[in-house]
């Protein structure tokens, strides 16, 4: 205990009241992000300065032989979780810790971040009654970015270092800040139940992050009013201008001779063409809900919405990706727009427009795969 609060107030600082302490990132995390930068990842870079802290002398390590440049380590962290608990838990990104910490800053959202110590006698009752619960599993999904990793490896083991978990099970909610540094708005370590887990997360939401995002919130929404009143003065003008068109085409043209005709035949006409559309339309309804989900030509679909919300639907593997579009917009989930993308976890792959053609087992989603609604950020 004595040695735990040592380290929490020689980094701790405050702002108002709201970061419990700031943290500066190690060369190792920063690096990487930049050779990831390198690669064609449309990502925003973070300062020069570095600090390295070190971990308890009696912490198992495991060091890499040299630095990390695919997001390995996320990946065998998610495999050796569902191994061994199932795929029940929260939305891992299955990505680098920085690129992870700049997609939650793309959402205006806080990071979630959970270090696996597989041998800790607390680890498995933590990972299949809390990790696991449906309560947790939709509150994370719902209001953070989720990242994992095990903590004696990669950079599970580079974040331990930095961030000394005095007790395991870790968690811990991460902000961005300016520089190469990170807020650690709270940290949970040992063991926690489900209700305390949503508890403190909740309280810490509540009370740290409207304060630290409100910044943000009114900068997006600034944007988001610019760019809107920008397309309603398009239109108008664009509409004004048909108007006149029409105007003129109609002063340059007589009236055509139009002769009797019975109302009652165009009326049988209109009917019997909504009454074959109505038929395709139940026809393809029918057909999806027919679907076996034994059969070996079948995809099973897990869609997570980011209201915590999990349906799953099946689908033939020769479907194109488009079906799926066209089965989640006619669920009518509040919230969701047309603007939206789904995700793989891993490896991180976004399914889009591009790829509304291609078949669900050329997408490598079948026979079974799991996606993740995402929000298109706003520009």
Not at 204 to 228: H, M, P, W, Y
Not at 253 to 260: D, K, L
Not at 330 to 343: A, K, M
Request: hydrophobic share 40%; glycine share 6%; proline share 7%.
């Amino acid at each position: 205990m004595a040695m735990r609060e040592g380290i929490r107030s020689a980094a701790e600082a405050s702002c108002n009241g709201i970061v419990r302490r700031m943290v500066s990132l190690p060369s190792s995390l920063m690096g990487g992000f930049s050779r990831a930068m390198g690669h064609g990842r449309h990502l925003i870079g973070i300062g020069s300065g570095r600090r390295t802290q070190t971990l308890p002398s009696n912490f198992p390590m495991h060091y890499p032989e040299e630095p990390l440049i695919l997001p390995e380590v996320s990946v065998s962290f998610l495999t050796s979780f569902e191994q061994q608990y199932g795929t029940m838990h929260p939305f891992f990104y299955a990505c680098r810790f920085m690129e992870t910490l700049k997609i939650a800053e793309d959402e205006h959202k806080f990071l979630f971040l959970y270090l696996h110590s597989p041998e800790h006698p607390f680890t498995p009752s933590f990972c299949r009654e809390t990790l696991s619960s449906e309560a947790v599993v939709q509150f994370l999904d719902a209001n953070f970015v989720s990242w994992g990793a095990i903590a004696d490896r990669d950079e599970g083991l580079q974040m331990s270092a930095t961030l000394r978990p005095a007790c395991f099970p870790f968690c811990a909610v991460i902000a961005p800040v300016a520089g190469d540094n990170i807020a650690v708005m709270q940290q949970m370590e040992g063991p926690i139940s489900p209700t305390e887990l949503v508890g403190i997360l909740q309280r810490t939401l509540e009370e740290q992050g409207l304060a630290f995002r409100s910044l943000k919130a009114k900068k997006a929404e600034k944007i988001i009013a610019d760019r809107r009143l920008r397309e309603e003065q398009d239109a108008a003008y664009l509409a004004a201008i048909q108007i006149d068109k029409q105007k003129e085409r109609l002063k340059n043209v007589p009236p055509p001779v139009r002769p009797q005709k019975p109302a009652e035949a165009p009326n049988k006409a209109n009917h019997e063409r909504l009454q074959n559309h109505s038929a395709q339309k139940q026809h393809g309804k029918t057909r999806e809900a027919s679907i076996d989900p034994q059969d070996p030509q079948a995809a099973r679909i897990l869609i997570r919405f980011p209201n915590g919300e999990r349906r799953e639907q099946c689908f033939l593997c020769t479907d194109k990706l488009q079906a799926v579009y066209r089965y989640i917009d006619s669920l009518g989930v509040p919230g969701i727009g047309g603007n939206y993308r789904l995700v793989s976890s891993f490896p991180r792959k976004v399914y889009g427009v591009d790829q509304m053609g291609i078949t669900l087992k050329d997408a490598g989603l079948h026979p079974r795969a799991s996606l993740f609604l995402e929000l298109a950020p706003t520009v």
